[in-house]
């Protein structure tokens, strides 16, 4: 199975700050990884897709960037509601799997 | 509106059985690839089983042999019967609609808690 690893697993930031964090796969994926934000007691929400698709409806404030084994996701200047924990996904090799998480919050 | 709702869970001792189910509005569950994926308490998310075609299934290994997932066009629904639960079953289940890739989940359930424990 193709393991995925997030990092860090938590981060502090302000309101308006640039932040990023960064999923590695163990083997090469191609671009076939995909971003989730999910908050507590919620499904996981898609926010972007092979790797720097943004799905739809999501704010031009993220953006994702990578390919091979080593991708990262970027939020351009935070904002109160994107506290919550981000996974990654690989979809290259069937079972899928999810990285650990990041989980964002506020100073 | 495309949603999915799920119904079933709860607490079942260790070596039970539980049905889940996942009715699908707005959308055929037969015309995409369904996945059911599950957190465990305070963990991250894991692919579990999907369905497609309506009847062409695979599974994680942690779970082959003893869950099976279908689908009922006539309910548009999906299931996910679970046998010889364990402890390590214990999870919110997610459903979840793969639209891009089959695998890339744009449409998720709204999550049922099975419990398992003696």
């Known amino acids: 199975d193709i393991q995925m690893t997030q990092s860090p697993s938590s981060l502090s930031a302000s309101v308006g700050d640039r932040i990023s964090f960064t999923c590695q796969a163990s083997?090469?994926?191609?671009?076939?990884l995909s971003w989730y934000q999910q908050k507590p007691g919620k499904a996981p929400k898609l926010l972007i897709y092979?790797?720097?698709i943004l799905e739809t409806g999501v704010p031009s404030r993220f953006s994702g960037s990578g390919s091979g084994t080593d991708f990262t996701l970027t939020i351009s200047s935070l904002q109160p509601e994107d506290n919550g924990r981000y996974y990654c996904q690989q979809y290259d090799k069937v079972p899928i799997t999810f990285g650990g998480g990041t989980e964002v919050d506020f100073k | 509106e495309v949603q999915l709702v799920q119904t079933g869970g709860g607490l079942i001792r260790p070596g039970g059985s539980l049905r889940l189910s996942c009715a699908a509005s707005g959308f055929s569950v037969s015309g995409y690839y369904m996945s059911w994926v599950r957190q465990a308490p305070g963990k991250g998310l894991e692919w579990v089983s999907v369905i497609y075609g309506g009847e062409t299934t695979s599974y994680a290994d942690s779970v082959k042999g003893r869950f099976t997932v279908s689908g009922d066009d006539s309910q548009n629904t999906l299931f996910l019967q679970m046998n010889s639960l364990g402890v390590e079953d214990t999870a919110v289940y997610y459903c979840a609609r793969g639209i891009y890739y089959d695998y890339v989940f744009d449409i998720w359930g709204q999550g049922t808690m099975v419990t398992v424990s003696s």
């Open positions: 083997q090469d994926i191609s671009t076939f």
């Open positions: 092979d790797a720097a």
